[in-house]
């Protein structure tokens, strides 16, 4: 099983639509989460932290679930601005902060 | 001003030269980070660095090697480069000693061995 595992899509949706990902990750140790967001041939960048209770920030919203070793993402009322790879993001338990990155997953907002 | 920089953002070179890529940071982190960046493979750690005097090899540090100047700086090299190592290059920080494994990253240089 790999590391960190992502459709990579692409999720093509309408403006306004709604849309998740999921992610799955192999050690159940994992310590930390984040989504991170690349648009193409720039750097990734953070989206946001994933914590256990879920958590939400504006229109994106994060649920961690250990107990299934997924994370998800939900964007409501897509943009056309949110077209990009959204990268699943996990810190192994190693005891350093290295981070193992998903390939991610490609979305692709239309008018 | 980008916190996290990285120079050259672009260089096409030829099989066996010496580079040299470097990446510099204002954001005060401890921690540096160099990635390549495959189409299809995902970003895969080359080398890190937790302070000045400690380096470590990622993943796919074999033809690579870097040095850590200052606390601000990482360079990355590629001593004979070949054209397998064609990619998108990335360097990130983290602040740990904040207790954050977050990482930030520079633009990216675009590397094109002929």
């Known amino acids: 099983r790999k590391e960190v595992e992502q459709d990579p899509g692409p999720f093509n949706v309408p403006e306004g639509a709604t849309v998740a990902f999921n992610c799955t990750y192999s050690?159940?140790?994992?310590?930390?989460f984040f989504w991170y967001r690349q648009d193409c041939r720039k750097e990734p960048k953070l989206l946001m932290s994933v914590y256990s209770s879920g958590n939400e920030d504006g229109r994106f919203t994060a649920q961690l679930n250990r107990a299934s070793q997924y994370i998800s993402l939900l964007i409501r009322d897509s943009k056309l601005s949110d077209s990009a790879t959204y990268l699943c993001v996990v810190n192994p338990p190693s005891g350093y902060s290295t981070l193992t990155f998903g390939k991610g997953t490609m979305l692709l907002v239309s008018p | 001003d980008a916190d996290v920089t990285q120079t050259p953002r672009n260089r096409i070179t030829k099989t066996g030269k010496r580079i040299m890529l470097e990446c510099s940071q204002t954001?005060?982190?401890?921690?540096m980070y160099w990635y390549r960046q495959d189409p299809g493979l995902g970003l895969r750690l080359i080398y890190y660095s937790f302070d000045v005097k400690d380096i470590n090899k990622g993943e796919i540090s074999d033809g690579y090697s870097v040095s850590r100047q200052a606390q601000a700086k990482f360079s990355l090299s590629l001593e004979s480069a070949i054209p397998n190592q064609t990619a998108l290059y990335f360097c990130a920080t983290s602040d740990f000693r904040q207790g954050a494994v977050a990482q930030y990253f520079g633009p990216g240089t675009r590397l094109t061995v002929l």
């Open positions: 050690n159940s140790a994992s310590q930390s």
């Open positions: 954001k005060g982190h401890d921690r």
